[in-house]
């Protein structure tokens, strides 16, 4: 039945999708026979699956880079059942690894509930669950919270992530019109923000909840990353499938060989061995998420800011000095607010794209003058958007609504206590009662109130990837 219903979901989006996701489960299966039958450990298995890896990332990367030049549309899923498919040439050869069928394979490499934009269910972890699929129905207290959490995220979908995209869809389009203040550019940086944060996490919200549905345990996708207090914390906690991807099958491999090189003492050797997997390891998440120049200098920029940030951190232990609980929460106060106007201008670089726009927004960011003589004059309040036409205070106050669920509030993978998911408030934590169960109907009423809103609908960002 899944793989029906992944067919059928493949070929809405048009033959060519079907045609690529039929090609990898067939080719990645066969290429998975032959290497069974190989000696572990030789030389020529160790070419098999590089060369069967090789051969999963080109369609990748030939469409990534023909982007750059035409308007291209990436196969339905390619860029997240690509990565599925490397997992299972790499896990699927260990001799304790599962074996599943080809229905039950497919099943895997189709599954309709994470084929668009994941979460990425790497083989090693998933296979055990695909083995048990169907031996047993799934428990009906997760088949009530898997159907909540889908109407969570199209709630968070509609309700959060759109309107945020029409704000900052206005003030973009206004900045030809005229020059841009500094409400409008942080209106942009910030909003896009958000509607990136809210419009990726209600599809994992949505992929986890149809995956609870048939028993099904996905990977949590997001730990309220905006929270995070450093660089790193941000890193891990964002798009976690895929950095896991990338913590295992990219840095890992190329830190083992790295920290072999002629380096002395040990202890220079391992930190250049950290800092090329590191480098490496961005890079190439840069490069899943867009073949574009300006990305890759920014995944670059952001592994030499962590190896930096290493750096410092391993020459500030030589000299440890104790701080106090108020120093401790003033760093990490202004930690996260650094990183949350960092992602902020990263997000506006991503979302402009056009130099010359992006020319005329970024300086709007850091002027000062103009964002106090704006404020200072309560007249001029209703022209905080002047070319955009917004509803100035209505704009800002829901900015900060949004920026307080975001920042103070748990997040949905804690109240419906997925597993693997820590922390949040036990009195907000999800239960199979009749209290929850009129909430859900009310979910209900607002996903279906959000879904048919005569306002424009937008498609869920990380598909186009």
Not at 36 to 50: D, F, I, K
Not at 389 to 408: I, Y
Not at 456 to 462: E, S
């Amino acid at each position: 039945m899944l793989v029906a219903a992944s067919v059928v979901f493949c070929l809405m989006a048009g033959p060519v999708s079907l045609a690529f996701l039929a090609a990898s489960i067939l080719g990645n299966f066969a290429v998975m026979a032959v290497i069974r039958r190989m000696t572990p450990g030789s030389t020529a298995r160790r070419l098999v699956v590089a060369g069967a890896v090789l051969a999963n990332l080109a369609p990748l990367a030939a469409f990534k880079v023909t982007q750059q030049f035409l308007p291209l549309v990436l196969p339905l899923g390619l860029a997240f059942y690509t990565l599925q498919q490397i997992t299972f040439l790499i896990d699927a050869q260990k001799p304790d690894a599962e074996r599943l069928g080809l229905l039950r394979y497919a099943a895997w490499g189709s599954f309709f509930g994470q084929m668009p934009a994941g979460p990425i269910g790497a083989y090693g972890r998933m296979a055990p669950q695909f083995a048990r699929l169907g031996l047993a129905a799934p428990a009906p207290a997760d088949v009530a919270r898997g159907l909540a959490l889908v109407l969570a995220g199209v709630v968070k979908k509609t309700w959060l992530a759109d309107p945020m995209a029409r704000k900052v869809d206005a003030v973009l389009t206004a900045v030809d019109l005229g020059p841009v203040n500094p409400v409008e550019a942080w209106t942009a940086a910030w909003g896009y923000m958000l509607q990136l944060y809210f419009d990726f996490s209600a599809y994992s919200d949505i992929a986890i909840g149809v995956g609870l549905c048939f028993g099904l345990l996905l990977s949590i996708n997001f730990n309220s990353p905006l929270k995070a207090a450093t660089p790193g914390q941000y890193v891990m906690r964002w798009h976690i499938s895929l950095m896991t991807f990338v913590r295992d099958y990219v840095f890992e491999p190329v830190f083992r060989i790295a920290r072999r090189l002629p380096i002395r003492p040990t202890a220079r050797r391992y930190g250049v061995a950290w800092a090329l997997a590191t480098l490496v390891a961005y890079l190439v998440v840069a490069a899943w998420h867009t073949a574009a120049p300006l990305p890759l200098l920014q995944g670059l920029g952001v592994a030499m800011l962590l190896i930096g940030l290493q750096f410092v951190r391993q020459t500030a232990r030589a000299a440890p000095r104790p701080l106090s609980a108020f120093e401790q929460g003033a760093r990490r106060v202004a930690g996260q607010a650094l990183i949350l106007m960092a992602v902020a201008v990263i997000a506006l670089m991503l979302r402009v794209g056009d130099g010359g726009t992006l020319g005329r927004v970024l300086p709007a960011l850091v002027d000062l003058n103009a964002l106090t003589a704006l404020f200072a004059d309560p007249a001029r309040l209703p022209e905080l958007y002047p070319n955009a036409r917004l509803p100035g205070m209505r704009t800002l106050g829901m900015m900060a609504l949004a920026t307080v669920v975001v920042l103070a509030c748990p997040n949905t993978m804690q109240i419906f206590g997925v597993a693997g998911a820590s922390g949040g408030w036990s009195r907000l934590r999800w239960r199979p009662t009749l209290l929850w169960g009129g909430l859900t109907v009310a979910l209900l009423a607002l996903a279906l109130i959000g879904v048919t809103r005569p306002v424009h609908q937008y498609g869920f960002i990380y598909a186009q990837f």
